[in-house]
């Protein structure tokens, strides 16, 4: 019997610290397309990261046909994992937006004086900012996102690569997203045909100190 693409899969999830042991970059994929309800459920896992003031500057853009993806492999210098993926998940941060809608990211809990409260917190924190300025605010808001996104792929059974080798002004173009977003990364998704290489990092003691 083969699973539907639209009910998730029902493999069972891994626990956090399997996905990230286990998480490493995947750049062949098998070719098969994404189970829709498993891509759905990992960008609704991503979106529960924690933001500055709830902010959630990111966006996510999906491109799943291959005429799209051809377009950005050729603006990420033809680099093949975006091709060989059946997915490529693009995660941008778009401060303009969030800071036209402010209100929206107000806890509901808190009524009509937490969202005046909302827009006077963010017009106070960006309005003398410039586009740039604030642009750079709401990307070390998405990086988190993009994070919380690898592992929720791992945590589901799925592989990526996260991936900042691309020209952002060519993405902006294939995607039609305006001037002032800015890019976390484009994320390869699917189910992996290699195996990756084994971690390499530094020790706890290399990068830590204690007080
Ligand atoms: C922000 C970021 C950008 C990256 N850009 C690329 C890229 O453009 N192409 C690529 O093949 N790998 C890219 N990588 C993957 C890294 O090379 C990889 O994460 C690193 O070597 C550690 O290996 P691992 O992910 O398998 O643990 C990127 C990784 C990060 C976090």
Known sequence: MTAT????QTVAPLTVAEAIE??????KFVQEPMNQG????ILRLASLAPSAWNAQTWRFAVVQTAEIKEQLQAAAYGQPQIGSAPAVIVVYSDMEDTLNTVEETAHPGMGDEGRAGQRKTFDGAFGGQ????????????ANIA?????LAARGLGYD?????GFDPAKVREVLGLPEHVQFAGLLPIGKRAEDGFPHHRHGVERVTKFY
Not at 5 to 8: G, I, N, R, S, V
Not at 38 to 41: A, R
């Open 38 to 41: 498993d891509l759905h459920e």
């Open 22 to 27: 286990t998480r490493r970059s995947i750049r």
């Open 130 to 141: 410039d586009v740039a300025q604030r642009g750079q605010w709401g990307l070390s808001q």
């Open 5 to 8: 693409l639209t009910q998730p």
């Open 146 to 150: 993009f994070g919380f996104l690898m």
């Open 160 to 164: 990526t690569v996260p991936m900042l």
